[in-house]
């Protein structure tokens, strides 16, 4: 499971450089990550994909709000976590 994102679901008030964190309940091997995040309430940009970490920096618009979702896999297993709403100032 993916959980604790940073900024907080529903977070107002961030900067537009912004630090994408989540926690990972299976830490298994061989785990990467995509994330998804767009101003859609189904984010279909694939920002970054096959992330080693479980944390991103990335800079997005001012004044705007955002969702964003991540998917962890392995070579023969695939997991989204929840959709996550960020707005910045």
């Known amino acids: ?3 604790k994102p940073e900024p907080k679901d ?5 900067d537009s450089l912004i630090n994408l964190s989540w926690n990972v309940s299976d830490d298994s091997l061989n785990v990467r990550y995509a994330i998804f995040l767009d101003k859609n309430n189904q984010p279909l940009v694939m920002i ?3 992330l080693l970490e479980n944390t991103y920096q990335t800079l997005v618009d001012t004044a705007s709000t955002y ?3 991540v998917k962890a ?3 023969t297993d ?3 976590g929840n959709i996550w709403k960020f707005t910045t100032k």
């Open 1 to 3: 499971a993916l959980f």
């Open 10 to 14: 529903f977070a107002e008030e961030q």
């Open 48 to 50: 970054a994909d096959s």
């Open 67 to 69: 969702f964003w979702q």
């Open 73 to 75: 896999f392995t070579e």
């Open 78 to 80: 695939e997991k989204y």
